[in-house]
């Protein structure tokens, strides 16, 4: 075989490698965000009201953000190849033990469990991804993982949808068990090793955000903006089916119509941040603010719903490619540290968020998720034009 066949076979590889990791992400993402499309099914069965439903998404994302520093820290002398096994497995026996729990308490026990495998992943697979390939093709590497986003929202949570109203939610989770299952086989066959490059002991990592200014104003951005969009998105669907009696299918609908608009935003995200990343970030938060107000408008409308899920969903995925690019740009010779910590203020938002939104939702009403989700987003935009070149 000629030198270069070698390295056409060599790069094929490492994509192959790279789409594994994509893959990762997006049953990693698709398990931590089934309960939003579940809730109202859920909450029927299990006998629980649908803020306490939600705390199936709290307790997830509470143990992949606490978790996760210390956890990304002791393991930095593991081979991320195995460690991204073992969190497969974890994941793949988890969606089994969900599927068959008997009651809510086993059922958040387990996805506590789960959680802190989730946290893992989002500290190491982006880095990952960017080492499996050459330099030059770091930033497309990380691109296509974060697409992953965008193909959980456009398949993963529909799917869910789907398959709970032609099944029940019980076999949903068992699907899913399968396909982790799937794509841990694809991992182990696919990516090669990769030892630990440039993890560090956790009070390292905790010290970062004191000596890195950047790193600091970039994770106070990034947890305003989760608060508010994952509170108000957790209880789309209830929201959804309040103001206008709509069917699962039609939310199945608008919601892959969201995820496509968020592969649209990633894509455009891609091209925004190559001019200036901190743009971005603001175009991405301005949609998402604007598009939470225009749902409180025409949120009893079929088109209106159609039409602001499309730009909710395309703000979100320029702000998750542009928060990304914002914590590399703040801490690049520490970039897995860094991403354990914005993994840490990122689910624990979600966690936070989903909880408190869960609560205006039970004691004054499904819309005030919304007032709730356009607050938060407003004060991370607010927070970004303020600091300025800092952020950049």
Same mark, same amino acid.
């Given at each position: 075989?000629? #030198?270069?066949?070698?390295?056409?076979?060599?790069?094929?590889?490492?994509?192959?490698? *790279?789409?594994?990791?994509? =893959?990762?992400?997006?049953?990693?993402?698709?398990?931590?965000?089934?309960?939003?499309?579940?809730?109202?099914?859920?909450?029927?069965?299990?006998?629980?009201?649908?803020? /306490?439903?939600?705390?199936? /998404?709290?307790?997830?994302?509470?143990? +992949?953000?606490?978790?996760?520093?210390?956890?990304?820290?002791?393991?930095?002398?593991?081979?991320?190849? *195995?460690?991204?096994?073992?969190?497969?497995?974890?994941?793949?026996?988890?969606?089994?033990?969900?599927?068959?729990?008997?009651?809510?308490?086993?059922?958040?026990?387990?996805?506590?469990?789960?959680?802190?495998? !989730?946290?893992?992943?989002?500290?190491?697979?982006?880095?990952? &991804?960017?080492?499996?390939? +050459?330099?030059?093709? =770091?930033?497309?590497?990380?691109?296509?993982?974060?697409?992953?986003? !965008?193909?959980?929202?456009?398949?993963? @949570?529909?799917?869910?949808?789907?398959?709970?109203?032609?099944?029940?939610?019980?076999? $949903?989770?068992?699907?899913?068990?399968?396909?982790?299952?799937?794509?841990?086989?694809? *991992?182990? &066959?696919?990516?090669?090793?990769?030892?630990?490059?440039?993890?560090?002991?956790?009070?390292?990592?905790?010290?970062?955000?004191?000596?890195?200014?950047?790193?600091?104003?970039?994770?106070?951005?990034?947890?305003?903006?989760?608060?508010?969009?994952?509170?108000?998105?957790?209880?789309?669907?209830?929201?959804?089916?309040?103001?206008?009696?709509?069917?699962?299918?039609? @939310? $199945?609908?608008?919601?892959?119509?969201?995820? =496509?608009?968020? &592969?649209?935003?990633?894509?455009?995200?891609?091209?925004?941040?190559?001019?200036?990343?901190?743009?971005?970030?603001?175009?991405?938060?301005?949609?998402?603010?604007?598009?939470?107000?225009?749902?409180?408008?025409? %949120?009893?409308?079929?088109?209106?719903?159609?039409?602001?899920?499309?730009?909710? %969903?395309?703000?979100?995925?320029?702000?998750?490619?542009?928060?990304?690019?914002?914590?590399?740009?703040?801490?690049?010779?520490?970039?897995?540290? +860094?991403?354990?910590?914005?993994?840490?203020?990122?689910? #624990?938002?979600?966690?936070?968020?989903?909880?408190?939104?869960?609560?205006?939702?039970?004691?004054? %009403? @499904?819309?005030?998720?919304?007032?709730? %989700?356009? =607050?938060?987003? &407003? +004060?991370?935009?607010?927070?970004?034009?303020?600091?300025?070149?800092? #952020?950049?």
């Amino acid at each position: 075989m000629t #030198t270069e066949s070698l390295e056409r076979t060599s790069t094929a590889r490492s994509w192959l490698g *790279v789409a594994a990791i994509t =893959a990762s992400l997006f049953v990693f993402l698709t398990t931590e965000l089934m309960p939003v499309g579940l809730l109202t099914p859920l909450s029927s069965s299990l006998d629980v009201p649908v803020g /306490v439903a939600g705390l199936m /998404v709290t307790l997830y994302g509470v143990s +992949a953000g606490l978790g996760v520093p210390f956890i990304v820290a002791w393991s930095r002398r593991v081979n991320r190849r *195995v460690l991204l096994s073992v969190l497969l497995s974890v994941l793949t026996v988890g969606n089994l033990v969900t599927s068959i729990a008997p009651n809510f308490p086993l059922m958040l026990a387990t996805r506590l469990c789960m959680g802190f495998a !989730s946290g893992v992943f989002w500290a190491i697979g982006v880095s990952m &991804a960017m080492r499996l390939v +050459a330099p030059r093709d =770091a930033g497309r590497a990380a691109a296509t993982v974060m697409s992953g986003i !965008s193909v959980a929202a456009v398949v993963g @949570i529909p799917l869910g949808i789907f398959l709970e109203s032609r099944t029940d939610w019980r076999t $949903t989770f068992l699907i899913w068990s399968g396909l982790s299952l799937l794509v841990l086989i694809a *991992v182990v &066959a696919a990516i090669p090793s990769l030892p630990s490059d440039n993890a560090v002991p956790v009070r390292e990592v905790f010290a970062l955000p004191g000596r890195n200014v950047r790193l600091r104003l970039v994770m106070v951005m990034v947890m305003l903006f989760v608060l508010g969009h994952f509170g108000a998105y957790t209880f789309v669907r209830p929201y959804l089916e309040g103001e206008s009696s709509s069917s699962p299918a039609f @939310i $199945t609908a608008i919601l892959m119509a969201y995820g =496509a608009a968020g &592969a649209v935003g990633n894509f455009i995200g891609g091209r925004v941040v190559r001019w200036n990343v901190r743009s971005g970030f603001i175009l991405g938060c301005t949609g998402v603010a604007v598009a939470l107000l225009l749902l409180l408008v025409a %949120g009893s409308s079929p088109v209106g719903q159609v039409l602001t899920l499309i730009l909710w %969903g395309m703000s979100f995925g320029v702000v998750q490619l542009s928060q990304v690019n914002l914590t590399q740009a703040a801490a690049p010779d520490t970039f897995e540290a +860094a991403m354990s910590l914005n993994t840490m203020a990122y689910n #624990t938002s979600i966690a936070l968020g989903a909880l408190f939104a869960g609560l205006f939702a039970d004691h004054t %009403g @499904i819309s005030s998720v919304l007032y709730f %989700g356009i =607050a938060l987003t &407003a +004060a991370s935009l607010v927070v970004t034009l303020v600091t300025g070149r800092r #952020t950049a």
